[in-house]
């Protein structure tokens, strides 16, 4: 496994990620990508909780698990995205990119002379 995985959410969650590896949760681009994705997937979906014949189920708490279903948002807030801000991390990931290629250039050219 890749170590920059490890700071991103993926394996640990933020909150158990060792201080001296939380500049690695923000340094890279998946953890942008993955939220949003994540935060498009879930936001506004509705899901059925597990019925047995005599009770219901929900891995979530949600306010709609008294009619036996729990929504995106519970997801969400969960796995601590419920912050995430689609047009942000559009344009944190955009600026990476345009941020990456200029160091890349820079380090061409660098060695070009």
Known sequence: INAEYMGEGFFVRFDD???????GHYWSYQKYAFEALVQNDFD????DCARTSTAC????ED?????????????????????VSLGSWCAVLVGMSIAYRLIFWLA?????K
């Open 57 to 60: 189920s929900c891995v979530y």
């Open 17 to 23: 990620i060792p201080k001296f590896w939380i500049w």
């Open 63 to 83: 306010a709609l698990n008294a009619q036996c279903r729990f929504g995106g948002a519970a997801v969400l807030r969960q796995l601590d995205y419920d912050g």
């Open 44 to 47: 506004g979906l509705e899901f």
């Open 108 to 112: 061409l050219a660098l060695r070009k």
